[in-house]
C-alpha cells in the first residue's frame, strides 16, 4: 500500500520560510497527481496546491499564490512545498495526498494521505 510522510514543519516568525517534504513509499507514487492541503483549528480541511505528476501543471489556492511553490523529485518520490513570506493565517496541519488515477492532470480524487506536519508562524 502507499505511505505517505510529511516532514519539515515547525514553529517560524512571520515573513520566514519553511520547505516541508513529502516522501511516498509503495506503489508507483513517483507517477501519481499529489497535492497539498491544510486544516486550521476551529476550520475545514483546505486545498492548497497540486501538481501532475511530471511537474506540468500546478495550482495553488489564491490565499498562496505568489508565496508558496510546490515541485516534485520523482527519482525520490518526493514532493515538496516551499513557503515563502509566512502569515500567521498559515499556521495549521499540512497534508500530502497521492491520487494514483489521474494520467496527466491534477488529482480529482485523493486516496491517500500523510499524517501531517504541524506548522506554526507566529506574529
Known amino acids: 500500500q502507499v505511505h505517505l510522510v510529511e516532514s519539515g514543519g515547525g514553529l517560524v516568525q512571520a515573513g520566514g520560510s519553511l520547505r516541508l517534504s513529502c516522501v511516498g513509499s509503495?506503489?508507483?507514487?513517483?507517477?501519481?497527481?499529489m497535492g497539498w492541503s491544510r486544516q486550521a483549528p476551529g476550520k475545514e480541511r483546505e486545498f492548497v496546491a497540486a501538481?501532475?505528476?511530471?511537474?506540468?501543471?500546478?495550482d495553488y489556492a489564491d490565499s498562496v499564490k505568489g508565496r508558496f511553490t510546490i515541485s516534485r523529485d520523482n527519482a525520490k518520490n518526493t514532493v515538496y512545498l516551499q513557503m515563502n513570506s509566512l502569515k500567521p493565517e498559515d499556521t495549521a496541519v499540512y497534508y500530502c495526498?497521492?491520487?494514483?488515477?489521474?494520467?496527466?492532470?491534477?488529482?480529482?480524487?485523493?486516496?491517500?494521505w500523510g499524517q501531517g506536519t504541524q506548522v506554526t508562524v507566529s506574529s
Open positions: 495526498a497521492a491520487d494514483p488515477h489521474t494520467y496527466n492532470g491534477l488529482a480529482d480524487d485523493y486516496n491517500y
Open positions: 509503495g506503489g508507483a507514487v513517483s507517477s501519481y497527481a
Open positions: 501538481i501532475s505528476w511530471s511537474s506540468s501543471i500546478t
